[in-house]
């Protein structure tokens, strides 16, 4: 199809068969960029957003989502408790720092 001088002198007919070849061009060139990268990511599926397996030499953690023992405890209040992982908690920060202790000294034994 000739390219048009202006879109607005074309006819409805020729406006909607102009929106069906571009509607192609880009469903073509999509299907060509997904064969790609399938072929860049070793198989892995990103034509409808999910993921078809894990990528070669990547493994999860085994620990992910478990819980760990509590390595510290409030002397305040025993129900409080912290396992070390992530920053340290406030109430262990505050009775720090009202009775001058070190970490060490919340440790359960």
Known sequence: ???PKSLAKLSLDA???LRDNVTSAISDQAESLRKQLAGLTGGISVGNGKRRGRPPGRK???LKGRKVAAKYRS?????????????T????????????LKKEAFLIE
């Open 89 to 100: 908690p406030r109430w262990m920060k505050e009775e720090m720092k009202g009775g001058k």
């Open 60 to 62: 999860g953690s085994k």
């Open 75 to 87: 002397k305040k209040d025993p129900k409080l408790s912290w396992a070390g992982r992530g920053a």
């Open 1 to 3: 199809m000739a390219r």
């Open 15 to 17: 406006l909607i068969e």
